[in-house]
């Protein structure tokens, strides 16, 4: 795989959660995500075009991709901090692999996580963004990602931004939310 790292905090985000959110959300909403539509989306995160062929990345790779997907979701999904830390212990001693430092496309130095030998894509993806939530959970000291808790949405998100933990994937979601709560109780007040 090409620039399969495992992500860096950066001004731009962190690369490997970010890709891990949008697979692990793009099969949440369509849980047959066609092959090609895979692929596109590894390709806007940077794999080589020569890694997403249909010889390369075959139907069964997209099937395992969507497996391991489902699994992320469930520890993206995850608002306990001890939860979500045992969930990613298990990934990593699971499919943990050997990371190492790389530099490369003009990136600083960051941790990567190869696909190597008879790994498949899934285990890559468990192995790469079991590493790359972990480096998350140290750095920021909570869980720094969630589904949206606005009723009728649960996108998955990322929240590094300073402050307590996010409950609403956009600004969007939490007004939604937070009108709907005042209606609730203005309606109980009415109510009484």
Do not use: K
């Not at 895979?38 to 390369?56: C, F, K, S, V, W």
């Not at 430092?101 to 899934?122: C, F």
């Amino acid at each position: 795989m090409g620039n399969s790292g495992s992500g860096r905090v950066g001004q731009t985000g962190f690369a490997a959660v970010r890709r891990l959110l949008d697979i692990a959300e793009a099969v949440r909403a369509a849980p047959d995500l066609p092959r090609a539509a895979l692929a596109e989306i590894l390709a806007g995160h940077g794999e080589r075009p020569e890694d997403l062929t249909e010889t390369a990345f075959p139907e069964a790779d997209a099937a395992e991709l969507r497996a391991a997907a489902r699994r992320m979701g469930d520890v993206l999904a995850e608002t306990d901090e001890d939860r979500a830390a045992r969930a990613l212990n298990a990934l990593l001693a699971e499919y943990g692999t050997r990371p190492r430092l790389t530099r490369h496309d003009g990136h600083p130095w960051h941790l990567h996580v190869d696909r190597g030998g008879e790994a498949g894509w899934g285990e890559w993806f468990l192995a790469s963004g079991a590493l790359a939530l972990a480096q998350l959970l140290t750095a920021h000291g909570r869980i720094a990602w969630g589904a949206c808790a606005a009723d009728g949405c649960g996108r998955l998100f990322l929240g590094t931004g300073p402050g307590s933990a996010r409950r609403y994937c956009s600004p969007a979601c939490s007004g939604r939310a937070r009108v709907a709560a005042h209606r609730r109780r203005r309606r109980a007040g009415a109510e009484d």
